[in-house]
């Protein structure tokens, strides 16, 4: 069945850890996003992608990187991570190269930095 | 650039009333408006959108309505049952690369 799916769907780690979410799709879509979204809240918009080899930074400063080497997969990474990157991060994508389109989002990551 | 505000960001009803939620977007290019449902611990699903060339669209319980000169769109839920009880997200896109969230509305549907 065709999905986007996210792991780890929890993660418990250390302040300074390096960590990357893994983010996939098998919908064939072109356009990917990574949203920030505390529980219930609003979205942020943190990362987006046209596609392979395309990346671009959203509104949301955000001290995560991502990469797009495959059209099915975007990985978020975060090198040094601190208490204030505790949140929900949803993975999204969308079949037109414009966004006036339904995304389909992830699971999400729920990320707690100690 | 854009902006789209979403009111109440809280909103209790009984089981059978309606519940109506507005919100208002700033860039008058926008030209789709999408409605996100979020259950507690899901992903947000889209549940309807309009485009900016109609003016009211209906999905059994679900209505969506869009006033372009105001710049101001509504989603309607009538006769709302417990499992409406979710957050839900309006957006906005211009047909550019970025659709703008609301802040979401939380809807508690008491039985």
């Known amino acids: 069945e065709a999905d986007i799916y996210q792991t780890p769907r929890y993660l418990v780690i250390g302040t300074g850890k390096k960590i990357t979410l893994e983010c996939s799709q098998t919908m064939g879509h072109d356009k990917m996003y990574w949203y920030q979204q505390d529980p219930g809240m609003e979205l942020h918009l943190i990362h987006y992608?046209?596609?392979?080899?395309?990346?671009e930074k959203g509104d949301l400063s955000s001290e995560s990187t991502v990469s797009r080497i495959r059209t099915e997969h975007f990985p978020l990474t975060l090198e040094s991570a601190r208490p204030s990157h505790t949140s929900q991060y949803l993975c999204?994508?969308?079949?037109?190269?414009?966004?006036?389109?339904?995304?389909?989002f992830g699971p999400g990551t729920r990320l707690t930095v100690l | 650039g854009e902006n789209v505000e979403q009111h109440p960001s809280t909103l209790s009803v009984q089981e059978g009333d309606s519940a109506v939620i507005k919100c208002t977007y700033s860039d008058s290019a926008s030209n789709y408006f999408p409605w996100y449902k979020q259950e507690l611990g899901k992903r947000p699903q889209l549940i309807i959108d309009?485009?900016?060339?109609?003016g009211e669209k209906k999905d059994q319980r679900i209505a969506v309505t869009l006033n372009k000169t105001a710049k101001h769109f509504s989603l309607h839920i009538t006769e709302t049952q417990p499992e409406d009880s979710a957050v839900y997200f309006c957006a906005a896109n211009t047909g550019g690369f970025k659709t703008i969230f609301g802040a979401g509305t939380r809807l508690f549907v008491k039985a």
């Open positions: 999204a994508s969308s079949e037109a190269p414009t966004g006036d389109n339904e995304q389909f």
């Open positions: 992608s046209y596609g392979v080899n395309s990346t």
């Open positions: 309009i485009r900016s060339n109609v």
